[in-house]
């Protein structure tokens, strides 16, 4: 049960970690489209053929709304953000006048990208998208692909590429290590406060168990000599004694209430007062 709470627990936050990743990538996506479109439309006096890139922009907005309303798409929704390597040599040929040259540029930055998501598995895609879709482009549309980059340029941009998918490969995966020893550290941490906790209570009640038995000896001898009063303010001081070594429950779960002891001692050690809601955590 325990193995079963830990990967949900680790499932969470990957999606979480994954939903933060899209919306850089969907943040980025929109940047370099909308800069793009303003440096070829209105500086470099592009055509209405140019305006085609407004459509990557308007295809983001859509992904985020289907992100938010569809669960199976926010899963896979990472892959085709990207793939905008491809639709950027597609707006290349489609344009076909060489304004658009920065798209080199853009793969390099998704690498980047990538990275965020602590996934070699998706940096790899990225890559292999991107140098399938160059490779195909100067194979089939020679003549728009020429009009960006000399063919020289193009194998110098794919090598540098290369080198930049493994570089950003090795970064991701070893991002990936960090983060899980620090959850299982954070895990480990977890139990030491826990088996803290047991060891502390373990003292406190062999320190309540030797206090029991003077109380039990006092109760004894005043009732012989018949004090009833003064045993009755005892009971109610062994009361109290036992209302404090009472570990307070506040949730099911065992690391998770250990910690909440540990904050509730202190708390009252500084004299600070705590409001405790009767609805138990699961």
Not at 53 to 61: E, R
Not at 115 to 126: P, R
Request: one cysteine or more.
């Amino acid at each position: 049960m325990k193995i079963i709470k830990d990967e949900k627990v680790k499932l969470d936050i990957v999606q979480e970690e994954e939903a933060k990743a899209n919306k850089i990538a969907f943040m980025a996506a929109e940047l370099i489209s909308l800069m793009a479109f303003v440096a070829v439309v209105v500086f470099l006096e592009g055509t209405m053929r140019d305006w085609i890139i407004l459509i990557a922009s308007l295809t983001g907005i859509v992904m985020q709304v289907l992100e938010k309303k569809t669960s199976r798409f926010r899963k896979y929704s990472k892959y085709l953000y990207m793939t905008i390597s491809f639709w950027c040599i597609c707006i290349v040929i489609i344009t076909n006048d060489g304004k658009y040259a920065a798209v080199t540029q853009v793969a390099f930055v998704f690498l980047a990208v990538a990275i965020a998501y602590c996934d070699a598995k998706l940096v790899l895609y990225h890559a292999v998208i991107t140098i399938v879709s160059i490779i195909g482009g100067l194979i089939f549309f020679p003549e728009a692909m020429f009009k960006v980059d000399e063919l020289s340029i193009w194998i110098f941009i794919l090598a540098i590429f290369i080198i930049g998918a493994i570089l950003a490969a090795i970064i991701a995966q070893r991002m990936k290590r960090l983060i899980e020893e620090t959850r299982q550290m954070r895990i480990y941490e977890d139990e030491l406060i826990y088996l803290e906790q047991l060891e502390k209570k373990d003292e406190r009640y062999k320190e309540f168990v030797h206090n029991m038995n003077h109380y039990f000896v006092a109760i004894g001898e005043l009732a012989r000599e018949d004090c009833s009063e003064r045993i009755v303010n005892l009971v109610q001081e062994l009361n109290g004694k036992i209302l404090q070594n009472e570990q307070m429950v506040y949730t099911n779960h065992r690391v998770l209430n250990a910690i909440l002891s540990q904050k509730s001692s202190e708390a009252e050690e500084m004299q600070i007062k705590l409001i405790r809601n009767q609805s138990k955590l699961v």
